[in-house]
């Protein structure tokens, strides 16, 4: 948890209800997805302060340091699954597509994104599995479910971003940094804990310029904002078709 989402809106709905400022040319031409999975191309909104002078030290190539009321903001293409910039290559962050909002501010694959870090993973609505025991110690079966928010409105996960430089290209290939996302998760409640003991934090939308603002870097701080109750939400079963990421198409979020 959270294994799989769906992000079917146009970048520009997305920008008009989260007040991006730029959409990026990748994250615009982004298709449509049913059934986003660990390591896809996803959409991430971020705020960047202002470009320090000419000459002057930027704290790093992701341009997250510093705040103010004139940063911008952002919706990129992000790769599903954290990759911190100390990372050899790429696999690692087929494991840190989730980041656990109880070891955040301890784990050294995490504590620096919280701080200085953080984004919106913006989803339509995501999926999970209730596991239910078989009789006479079978094989569990599982019903999955596609949860939404109940008015319809996007949801915004809380996330963190990270930079990962690409050693075998050169210092002039754009492609060289890699920009990788995770989703932040929390203990299950409101009823779908009857479904799965966890799910993704998901921002009520009056902390979530603070989630962005890159001048806020105190971590208990920016843990704090986590403990706004989120949006209402609601949920039903789906197909089992799901499950397999070779099927994807807007069949599978309609109910059973």
């Known amino acids: 948890m959270c294994g799989r989402y769906a992000q079917f809106r146009a970048a520009q709905e997305l920008a008009d209800a989260f007040d991006v400022d730029e959409i990026m040319d990748d994250a615009e031409e982004l298709e449509p997805s049913w059934n986003v999975a660990p390591t896809d191309g996803v959409r991430t909104i971020l705020d960047r302060a202002p470009k320090p002078p000419e000459g002057a030290d930027d704290g790093g190539s992701s341009g997250a340091a510093g705040g103010g009321t004139d940063r911008t ?4 293409l992000a790769r599903w699954g954290l990759v911190p910039g100390w990372a050899k290559d790429l696999k690692v962050g087929s494991r840190m597509f989730n980041a656990r ?8 694959a995490f504590a620096k994104s919280l701080a200085t870090r ?3 993973v913006p989803a339509d609505g995501y999926f999970e599995w209730q596991k239910h025991e078989a009789a006479g110690g079978g ?5 999955p479910f596609f949860i939404h928010s109940t008015d319809g409105a996007p949801l915004a996960f809380a996330g963190l971003y990270a930079f990962w430089r690409d050693r075998s290209k050169a210092d002039d290939d754009p492609a060289r940094w890699v920009l990788s996302t995770t989703v932040v998760t929390t ?12 799910e993704p ?3 009520a939308p009056d902390v979530v310029e603070a989630w962005l603002d890159p001048a806020l870097t105190d971590p208990a701080e920016v843990l704090a904002l986590l403990e706004t109750p989120p949006p209402p939400l609601e949920w039903y ?10 099927n994807n198409g807007p069949e599978l979020v309609d109910p059973v």
């Open 118 to 120: 953080r984004c919106l």
């Open 187 to 198: 203990q299950a409640r409101d009823g779908l804990e009857a479904i799965h003991d966890r």
């Open 201 to 203: 934090a998901v921002l």
């Open 139 to 143: 094989k569990p079966t599982k019903t």
């Open 73 to 76: 903001r952002e919706m990129h």
């Open 101 to 108: 909002l109880e070891s955040l501010a301890e784990k050294p």
């Open 237 to 246: 079963e789906v197909s089992a078709r799901v499950g397999s990421v070779r």
